[in-house]
């Protein structure tokens, strides 16, 4: 071939292979740019799982805890030896109701061995669980094993979907029952629905149960066996649904072994058909997939603008060879090409910003507290759950260096050295507790948990840590170990009121005895010693035989079998009983006022024990102004009828009693004075209550204290 035949081909083919070989070149950077966006939204939806698993394990870490904690509750096994016993399971069902109010959970509730609920939190509604048999459902079986039943479905009761989490109740190393909370999902729901993209968690079945989407619940991503099928309406875990619709969906995966957790979902949102990026994450413990989502929609498009990008440089490298002479007008396109770039790279920059907004949001919507320190410990990153916990925004914590203002004033120590061995990488794995001081003072107690914090280079910039607030869980166990104090404490009354009796018995003796000797002596003055001397005598009887009164009534009270109460006019109650303060009265300069309601009903009781109430008050009452001038002796009665019961207050001048003692003066052996046994006050509340009655103090807005007791009007 010679030069000038060599030219002609060059000139008649040359320009096809330079467009073939650049058709090539644009196809591989569109390729490319695919490529590269799909690592990144796999990445993206990665992490994105990984904040997902982080918050569903923390859903189930935070209740883990509370069946064992609320089985330990000394009614639980009550109620299972005696399940008859409705005073111990109303006593229950209380317990319950008021720990799902403290805890959030939607139920709690104990089953007998036989499958049978004992005691709901729930018992006064209409779709109570008491009564209810649950012996087909999979977390009953695994609790009665001896292990942690973990289930979720729909309530055979309610209707109603959540998580079951179920322990067995031992005594010994024998399986009484089984506790069970029950928590609802329905927040981590609400949260998923804003979610612009499909998220959803499926059974081991391959039934989804959660999802963003709501036409693709309860459906199958396969077909299910007849065994699947039987289970599923044996255990009635999704209602009495028969049959599970398959989901219309296509998946391509690049790996044909269907083990690659990346794959590509086409599936119908909206109604229009759309593409994903999803990625499968398998929680072991409870046997569900989370499949996270990312719409391809923008991959295509940044394909798209790659090949535009690929033709255009094809251009103007087209340009730049036929026209390499216009060299000016290949510089102003050139430049044209480059700011229609950069413009494409601001709204690339845009879109991973709208994406980092996306991340944060649902990082935000953990219930985890979350920091990030350097190696100086200068905080770097919190998030708003952190910040929630512990009363301080973000520009309030970070750039700090310790010690942080949550640190508690009183373990300053054990945080500084918390803090040492953090920064030298010696925390420990499984965590540490801490207490922490809320913004407005209320203290806190936390789990900590810290892992390094690596970049993208593998190199260590930091430590991350993780804070979860176990608050709730030390109230209980503090609240556990104040009803043991509380049995000890009646223990000891028990053992009080048998002495009290045994003393009443021996004294009634003598004091009978001193009535029959001032008889015998106001008899012989009958004839011949002087008229003082009768009253004299006659008022020792009186007084001997309220004394022997007194002593029987207080057996009385300590044996209610004993008790024969009587119509009791509150009014000669109230009269009697200043008359026998008389001398008292007179001796501390007291003025006393009555308002006593007219036509006051009667009520049913006791009259020497209401009598003694009445004088126990207004003598302390009279000593509460003992400091205060005599002009200032003030102390006033009143007694009115409200609805079905009579009030009577009485009310003094003193200094009142502060605050922080109004719950403690009714206590045992609770008391004031230097010489006082705290047995008074005490008293009185026992006689009101054995009336059927209700006794408080409170502190008037005009000073002094106030103290209200109620009694039921007789029938």
Partial sequence: MNFHSFFSWRRQYGW????????????????W?????IAAKTQMIEQSA???VLGLRGIVE???????????????????????????????????????SETGVAALYVISVQGVTLAASNWNSRDSFVGQSYRQRPYFEDALAGRTGLFYGLGLTTGTSGLFIAKPVLSGSVVMGIMVVKVSLDALVNVWSKSAEPLMLQDSRGIVFLSSVPDWLYHSRKPLSENDLTWLQLHSQYGSARRYTVLPWRIDRSDKSDKAPEFVLHAMVKDKVRSYLASETFLPEPGWTLIVTSDLEDVRQAKLEALVIATLLSIVLLLGISYWRLHQRRLIEQQHARKELEQRVLERTHDLQEA????????DSLLVGMIARDDTGKIIYVNNALCDMVGYSQEELLN??????????????KHWYNNSQLLNGHSASHGFESRIRHRCGEDLFIMVYTAPLINSNGVR????????????QKQIKDRHQEQERELQRSARLASLGEMASTLAHELNQPLMAISNFALAAKALTNESAPVMLGSALQEIVAQSKRASEIVKRVRSLINPQRRAYEIVSIQIVITDALAMLQHEIQQTQTV??????????????DGVLLQQVVINLCQNAMQAMEALPLTQHRLAISAKQIERTIQVRVADAGQGVPDHLLEQVFTSFFTTKADGLGLGLNICRTVIEAHGGRIVVENSEEGGAVFLFTLPISQ
């Fill in 62 to 100: 935070k209740y883990d805890y509370l069946p064992y904690v609320a089985a330990q509750h000394p009614d639980v096994l009550n109620v299972l030896r005696e399940p008859e016993n409705l005073v111990l399971k109303g006593k229950l069902n209380q317990y319950f109701s008021a720990l799902k």
């Fill in 400 to 413: 700090r260096l310790p010690p942080y203002p949550y640190w508690h004033p009183d373990d300053l120590d």
């Fill in 50 to 52: 990984k904040a997902q």
């Fill in 461 to 472: 910039q930091g430590w991350m840590s993780s804070i979860v607030d176990i608050t709730v």
């Fill in 16 to 31: 096809w292979m330079f467009a073939f070989v650049d058709l090539i070149l644009i196809v591989c950077a569109g390729r």
């Fill in 33 to 37: 740019m695919e490529a590269r966006e």
């Fill in 356 to 363: 980092q907004a996306f991340r944060k949001a649902m990082e």
């Fill in 592 to 605: 006393i006022t009555t308002d006593i309601e007219a036509n006051l009903p009667a009520t049913r009781g």
